[in-house]
């Protein structure tokens, strides 16, 4: 049984991720109260068919009651019910589904993935639909890491301020001071999302070879940077825009096209460009230069995008494997510990992280 707030309770709590790269469902057990990271447990994947990729892109940037959502939205929940079933010993879950649109300006967020029937499904309390109280006050609702990020920071014990940079389907950066005592204090974090990661890279490989992704940075190794396309990438609005900030995964649609006429290899390299440049720009808003950035996600494992860092960064550039952490199902673990943060009302995003008025806690909780 949680606890109610102000009264600390060690669990073992489970997160569950459908990220923007559309490869699958993560799922990791962390032992928490809420605030500590004591350790990390058991972890699993379900990657989604082909056909079922298929079924989730045909509903990017859908809303309630549009063509295709429902259909989505089954993919989703039967993937997570597959795979959450094989965990024993959970107290609760977090669950955050599947993002087809994101417009905190306008309509607000839509995650598919429904936490009342995986309660039911499963007898087990679940946590979800985290961001809409955030844009409700006024934040983006993304990103949500940050303060399990920070709680990583004190784990492994830093002691300097570092980044962390996931590069999913969207790259969204992390400033952490661990000096600070708790995450929501003024200082203690700035976060937002720097531009577009590996899902332009992702949907050019689909198009025009019919893969996946760029394994191993294979083809962008055999191509070179458009300088022209990446001026223009680099024109956009977004870049000048202030932090906290955050994008839907199709908000730079145009990328694509900005490769049109380049060959495979030149096209891949360029958007991989794209990626790393957008990184840096979003580097020079930290606070101080951070000791060192751990990179999390899918684009830790393309040698051709951590090059680009490395050679234009000034700070170390590290998976977060180098830290002791899980690149692969830190975003599940996120979850994990938010849901928890939840049970026991503490806050899961703030000023600095959404742009969120005050601190405020999200998700909404069902019993199983």
Request: net charge negative; glycine share 14%.
């Amino acid at each position: 049984m949680m606890r109610p707030r102000g009264q600390s309770v060690r669990v073992k709590a489970l997160g569950a991720m459908s990220g923007t790269s559309l490869d699958g469902v993560d799922a990791a057990v962390v032992d928490t109260d809420g605030v500590d990271i004591f350790g990390f447990g058991a972890t699993g994947y379900r990657e989604y068919t082909p056909a079922e990729r298929a079924v989730l892109t045909a509903a990017l940037g859908r809303w309630p009651g549009e063509t295709g959502v429902d259909a989505a939205a089954d993919v989703v929940q039967s993937a997570h019910e597959e795979l959450i079933a094989g965990f024993d010993g959970i107290a609760v879950i977090g669950m955050h589904g599947q993002t087809l649109a994101h417009e905190p300006r306008g309509r607000g967020t839509h995650q598919v993935g429904d936490g009342q029937a995986l309660a039911r499904a499963l007898g087990v309390p679940v946590v979800w639909d985290f961001r809409t109280a955030d844009i409700r006050l006024g934040g983006e609702g993304a990103p949500l890491a940050p303060f399990f990020h920070f709680a990583c920071a004190r784990w492994i014990g830093a002691s300097e301020p570092l980044c962390f940079l996931n590069l999913g389907g969207v790259g969204n950066l992390t400033y952490v001071d661990p000096s600070f005592a708790r995450p929501e204090e003024e200082g203690a974090l700035l976060a937002f999302d720097t531009g577009p990661a590996n899902a332009p890279i992702n949907d050019l490989m689909q198009e025009r070879r019919g893969e996946v992704y760029d394994r191993d940075g294979a083809l962008a190794a055999q191509g070179d940077v458009a300088e022209g396309a990446l001026e223009l990438f680099l024109d956009d609005p977004y870049f000048s825009r202030m932090p906290p900030k955050s994008l839907d995964r199709n908000a730079f649609g145009d990328m694509v096209g900005l490769v049109r006429e380049l060959d495979d290899a030149d096209a891949a390299a360029t958007l991989t460009g794209m990626c790393a440049a957008s990184v840096l720009r979003g580097m020079e808003h930290c606070p101080t230069p951070p000791s060192r950035l751990l990179v999390t996600g899918g684009g830790r494992n393309n040698p051709v995008l951590m090059e680009m860092l490395r050679v234009s960064l000034d700070c170390p550039v590290e998976p977060v494997e180098a830290a002791g952490l899980d690149g692969d199902m830190l975003e599940a673990q996120a979850f994990a510990y938010l849901a928890v943060r939840v049970m026991r009302g503490l806050p899961t995003s703030c000023p600095s992280t959404t742009g969120v008025r005050m601190a405020v806690g999200g998700g909404e909780v069902s019993r199983g």
